[in-house]
């Protein structure tokens, strides 16, 4: 007989529970928290405060160092892909200018042996020289020869093209040649009839070399010389300084941008100097009402000096052509005659009594 439990019974036996509405328990629980509390649960929600599960594992570049490679060819071409300015090779000149002429002459030959056939059927069968159907159809020596003719042309005409691609290539600006040729030096990675770095006049460089100014020139020799930890920090990056050898002070790489932001630095105080310097002068020169007026001849002279300066300036600082350079000479010197026409204009005026 089934017996019918009442609801009592059941709550006493811990069989069953009181289903509380979800909406009415976040209701009571926000209540219950505090408003710190409320901000600080949203908080951990996002994920930029969540914790990672799993570890990051972080992976340090890999750099092809020079201690890494063995002495010889390995580590020769680890020095040359350390810097772009410093992939110099031979184009062997004086080959291409033998397989050309050789190559050349097999054509003229097969051009004396041509014509030769062409005179013989003259003789013969004109009409084998006019029509291309009826000479093929009799097997001539012709379009043997002509088949020969088109192997030979098409090899000499390919050498062609590359010999003027590599005549394209420039010679290695001498700092970039110094360089690399200082490495031999020190370092002797080759024997002495491989060391092709010695025939100077057969080395191009892959890369264009960079226009450089004196300026340019000047501050990479004196990093150079100053070769330490402060200016390899300043001037190189982790990677760069993975690459050379600490052990030598053959191989300092400096990171190209950060150079030129020196040189910038420079060439923007040397022009503010030239700017600032002589309206100073011509201020002290013409600005008090006082003194007497100072001579034309001093003004003048200031002018040429200053102007001339600023032409030295760009031509030594910069890579400006001659045109670029008159140019900004004249302006630089209108603007300081503009100034010197304005200048009473600007000083203190004097109050006459009425």
Same mark, same amino acid.
């Given at each position: ?14 069989e ?5 509405p ?53 580590? /020769?071409? !680890?020095? @040359? #892909?350390?810097?772009e300015?410093?992939?110099?090779? *031979?184009?062997?000149?004086? $080959?291409?200018? &033998?397989l ?9 030959? /097969?051009? !004396?042996? @041509? #014509? ?7 003789? *013969?069968?004109?009409?084998? $020289?006019?029509? &291309?159907?009826?000479?093929?159809a ?15 042309f ?12 590599l ?37 191009i460089a ?14 990479e ?37 950060r150079i ?11 022009i ?13 020169l ?12 001093l ?33 630089y ?7 010197i ?14």
């Amino acid at each position: 007989m089934a017996t019918s439990l009442n609801d009592d019974d059941i709550m006493e036996r811990g069989e069953a529970r009181l289903e509380v509405p979800s909406e009415k328990m976040d209701l009571e629980m926000r209540k219950s928290q505090s408003y710190p509390a409320r901000i600080l649960r949203r908080c951990r929600n996002i994920k930029i405060f969540r914790r990672s599960s799993s570890a990051v594992m972080v992976r340090t570049t890999m750099i092809r160092s020079l201690n890494d490679c063995p002495r010889g060819y390995p580590r /020769l071409a !680890a020095f @040359l #892909d350390s810097n772009e300015n410093f992939m110099l090779y *031979r184009r062997f000149g004086f $080959l291409q200018a &033998r397989l050309l002429f050789y190559k050349q002459d097999e054509l003229r030959e /097969l051009e !004396a042996r @041509l #014509d030769r056939i062409d005179r013989l059927d003259e003789r *013969r069968d004109k009409s084998l $020289l006019s029509s &291309r159907q009826k000479d093929d159809a009799y097997g001539s020596r012709r379009k043997m020869l002509l088949q020969e003719i088109d192997v030979k042309f098409k090899d000499y005409a390919s050498l062609l093209v590359v010999a003027r691609d590599l005549a394209s290539f420039n010679r290695p600006p001498a700092r970039d040649f110094r360089s690399v040729k200082s490495y031999f030096d020190s370092q002797v990675p080759l024997c002495n009839i491989e060391s092709y770095i010695y025939r100077q006049e057969d080395i191009i460089a892959l890369k264009p070399g960079r226009e450089k100014a004196w300026l340019d020139t000047s501050v990479e020799k004196i990093l150079q010389m100053l070769n330490s930890r402060i200016t390899r920090y300043i001037f190189s990056t982790p990677d760069l300084r993975a690459k050379a050898d600490d052990q030598t002070k053959n191989l300092i790489l400096y990171k190209h941008t950060r150079i030129a932001l020196l040189i910038s630095a420079i060439n923007l105080g040397v022009i503010v100097a030239l700017l600032v310097l002589p309206v100073y002068l011509l201020w002290q020169l013409t600005a008090s009402a006082e003194q007497k007026a100072p001579p034309a001849s001093l003004i003048i002279g200031i002018l040429a000096v200053f102007t001339v300066a600023f032409s030295g300036a760009l031509s030594v600082f910069t890579r400006a052509k001659r045109h670029e350079i008159l140019a900004s000479s004249a302006a630089y010197c209108a603007v300081l005659v503009v100034f010197i026409g304005n200048v009473k204009q600007l000083g203190p005026q004097k109050v006459t009594p009425s």
